[in-house]
């Protein structure tokens, strides 16, 4: 069999080396129009850097991809819809072929949502992907920063893109929220009435706050109108600008990638944009773009007109927000009902806390984390390489327990659904939610610590022993044992890859430092203790070394050495 | 200050160098394994067959869309087990979906089988700019900052900043107008007050059919709004129609208890509540008829009707607010008044003193 590796890099090396190749055919026809552009933009100039650039591939990596290309099918099919939907609440009439409403009075936006279900060919399809593709966008964005929290990836120099990426979660969901306000429907209507509340208890400003964005009391007739233009423009203009600069981040950083053979903290091993990615990325695009088309045909998704028009003393049960802000109102149901009467002011903890307070927490928390990381650990470095969950017991703790406590929350928010589905008490599910979102962050924080501590444990049984083969032995003496068979190179080099963070003991060295600086230190050396005392550090090169003379054989093979391996193996038993 | 470390490791290690970091040197990129479609010509071939069969269903499905567009009618309709959806809609989503998703598919498919799959390697920089770059920044910046005679003439660069301070100033003032204010004359004329008064009718909520006490049963429930409402329009229907909803219910007067200032609010056991969740403004509609619990279907808040609304169980802080009511001349029903106290969510000036509370009288 021939060896093509070898044979295309022979061919690279001979087109280095005659330059004034012959160009095929594709090249002669466009070589007119790419002179005019070049002369006019460089674009050999400008596209140079990215030709060839190298990404690294893994199935994780797709998660952002995902958001992107949901958030390009939720920009056309956005365009689609506006240029039928009317974003006014004037009653009107309705007259259109829904049998069932019509006659009924309704707002423009409410009616011209059902002409687009109904009366406009492909209106429907378009208006579920776009519902869809809502869903899926802010779904992404969120597993694609669990992605990168667990592994690290928002360490130097990715700070500037993390934050960015929390601005853009969050935009995200704020403009899912102002997608669904808009159709005026008794659902949406009541998510509506909810910010109200919501907006009224913000302490000193919220009825200000309420009359400037409800341009007076609620329902009035601006809101639609308002929450258009920012769903519409404000929101995507500012998430376009926010997408240009985490990409051009991407590139400028590289991308991370994982550890394993050959790939070190200085290079990025993977493939080139022209023409794997090309195919793969825009393949991929397509491949979003056309499952949400299918969700759109097959799966129904805010069907507004079962809903009906919007109406003040009207609501149905088991009303439930879009996924998204399920945490938020599940904060809001399980909160108990602390309110102030001060004076003759009212301070509405029970809406504040849970509705603003808890988004700001979970988005400031996220915000923070990477500093406060860097300054437990006080690392300068440039981290490229990815670090496998494991090997930051507490980093993946501390993201399990928030994914525990999201959990808990987001439970709250159907906790009606839960109380008639499981058939218990409505009262039960709330009271235990308000114990549990506060205990079961802890207990997950706790069982995954250990659970990483074990998957180290685990890694450094293969460094120093071998892999478990499921070959029993028995000796002489009836004594069992199960042989480990070495491990290979790259494996071994993959395990070790991390790097130890030590826990530090209080400085006892403190002459020429002032108290306040002692104090700062003396925490953070608490922090790294709390951190990384019980974190497993890897073998070092010495106990790898000991390990192999213990066993009679090396733990770690390079390709071919096997015969050599087994045949030593043999001699070790037959002692 | 010393390094000592909890487990004795050196201090922290900055890692940019990569050979001495590591425990077990770097086996370097494992060798690349052909595909079958790299060794197997057969295998490539057959590859390229169905890459081009992906790519050549997107004309058909394409076309099939042009034509389910033009051909099918909106009103026909597949009904087949669990899927009930309308023809158009379904077959337009299914031609244009599948066309995309085969056109990503084959591109992914010549990708993944036929195109090199040899792993390349760039090589990283630093994040920060060179020194040669920084120094000349500095330098230049340096100059920048002397050419432009700020450090001298310092009255420009205060006079800029009070300047560049104070030209947001319009820009925010000028959104002042996005609301009325909610003074306190304005807010007791919008969210402190609802359109019922003395002698308005309380009619039922769809027909505005106007009702008389012997129409209620023990245990019913009644939907109702003030007749007042019907003469409004638009915006401002809505608006008062979010305030004034009530409930009307009859409960057995021996099983509830009305305290003595509210004894002629109510007639017999019939009592009417705002529908209005004090929580954050949801309409309330979920009757316990056995308890007189009232559960707002929105965030559960449960109040006691029986107990002049307090609240029993939930989110919600204060008591449904409960309008007094009487008989008309004609035996219908009628506000007595408007509400005592502001009806649905909190807000930072709401005075909450008068607010009913469990054992007042």
Partial sequence: MAEPAATVNDETAVQAQTPKKELGPVFKAAAGPTKWLDDRLGIAGLGRPFLRKVFPDH??????????????????????????????????????????????????????????????????????????????????????????????????????????????????????????????????????????????????????????????????????????????????????GLIAVHLALVVYHKHTQYPGAGRVQGNVV?????????????????????????????????????????????????????????FVEGGIRIMPNWEWHIGSTTWSWNVAIPGLGLM???????????????????????????????????????????????????????????????????????????????????????????????????????????????????APSGKYSERHRPISAAQAFTLTQHEDIPALLPATDTDGYSEKEIRREQLRRKATRFFFIDTLRRPTRAEIEEAEHHHLHPMIIGDGEHHAIEAEEEHHLAK | MSDDTAHGQPGTEVATVDEERY?????????????????????????????????????????????????????????????????????????????????????????????????????????????????????????????????????????????????LLPMIVGLADLGPWPTKKKRAETIEKTIWAPGVRVVQDITFTPIKPEDIEIGQLINGEPANLQELEGAEFQIEKAKAAVIVVRMDPNTITIPPSRQDWAIGGILCYSKICTHVGCPISLWEQQTHHLLCPCHQSTFDLGNSGVVVFGPAARALPQLPITTDAEGYIIARSDFTVPVGPSYFERDSRNDFKEGDN
């Fill in chain 1, 59 to 240: 199935w994780s990596f797709l998660l952002g991809e995902i958001a992107l290309y949901s958030f390009i099918v939720l920009i056309l099919s956005g365009i689609f819809l506006t240029i039928w939907f009317k974003p006014s609440m004037a009653e009107i009439e309705y007259e259109g072929s829904y049998e069932l409403l019509r006659g009924l009075h309704m707002s423009e936006a409410y009616a011209s949502t059902l002409d687009i279900s109904f009366d406009i060919r492909g209106g429907l399809l378009l208006r579920q992907m776009h519902h869809w593709a809502a869903a899926v966008f802010v779904a992404a964005m969120l597993t694609h920063s669990l992605r990168i929290f667990f592994t690290g990836a928002f360490r130097k120099p990715r700070e500037i893109n993390w934050l960015i990426g929390v601005a853009m979660l969050t935009l995200g969901i704020i403009n899912g929220f102002t997608g669904y306000s808009l159709p005026d429907d008794l659902l949406s209507g009541t998510g509506l009435r909810f910010v109200d509340g919501l907006i009224r208890a913000i302490p000193v400003i919220g009825t200000w706050a309420e009359f400037f964005v409800f341009a007076g009391e609620f329902p009035g007739e601006l809101i639609i109108p308002r929450l258009y233009m920012v769903h519409i423009l404000l929101v995507p203009a500012l998430l376009l």
């Fill in chain 1, 270 to 326: 993977g493939y080139p944009v022209f023409p794997v990615y090309a195919a793969k990325a825009g393949g991929f695009f397509l491949i979003v773009f056309g499952v949400l088309t299918l969700m759109g045909a097959v799966m129904q998704i805010n069907p507004v007109w079962v809903f009906g028009p919007y109406n003040p003393a009207e609501v149905t049960a088991g009303s439930q927000p879009d996924w998204y802000m399920g």
């Fill in chain 1, 360 to 474: 700001g927490l979970f988005f400031g928390l996220m915000a923070i984390y990477p500093f406060v990381e860097a300054w437990v650990t006080g690392d300068k470095s440039e981290h490229h390489l990815l670090d496998r969950p494991r090997n930051n017991p507490t980093r993946t703790a501390f993201g399990v327990a928030a994914m525990t406590g999201y959990a808990m929350l987001w439970i709250g928010g159907g906790n009606d659904l839960v109380a008639t589905q499981f058939d218990v008490s409505l009262n039960a599910v709330t009271y235990f939610l308000r114990v549990a979102v506060f205990v079961a962050p802890v207990i997950a924080f706790l069982v995954t610590k250990r659970i990483c501590i074990g998957l180290q444990h685990a890694d450094r049984d293969r460094m120093l022993h071998g892999a478990e083969s499921g070959v029993i032995d028995r």
């Fill in chain 2, 23 to 167: 425990p077990v040197p770097d086996p370097g990129l494992e060798e690349h394994l052909p595909r079958l479609t790299d060794v197997d010509e057969k295998a490539a071939d057959r590859a390229t067959r169905q890459v081009a069969t992906f790519f050549g269903l997107v004309p058909i499905l394409s076309i099939g869309f042009v034509v389910v567009y033009f051909a099918v009618p909106g009103d026909a309709w597949v009904d087949f087990g669990p899927l009930q959806a309308n023809s158009r809609n379904l077959l337009l989503g299914l031609t244009f979906g599948l066309a995309l998703l085969f056109l990503g598919i084959g591109a992914v498919h010549w990708a993944r089988k036929l195109m090199d799959d040899e792993e390349k390697i760039d090589y990283r920089h630093s994040a920060a700019s060179s020194e040669a770059d920084k120094n000349y920044m500095l330098t230049e910046l340096d100059k920048v900052v002397d050419e432009s005679k700020i450090t001298r003439r310092k009255i420009i660069g205060r006079t800029l900043l009070a300047a560049l301070a104070t030209i």
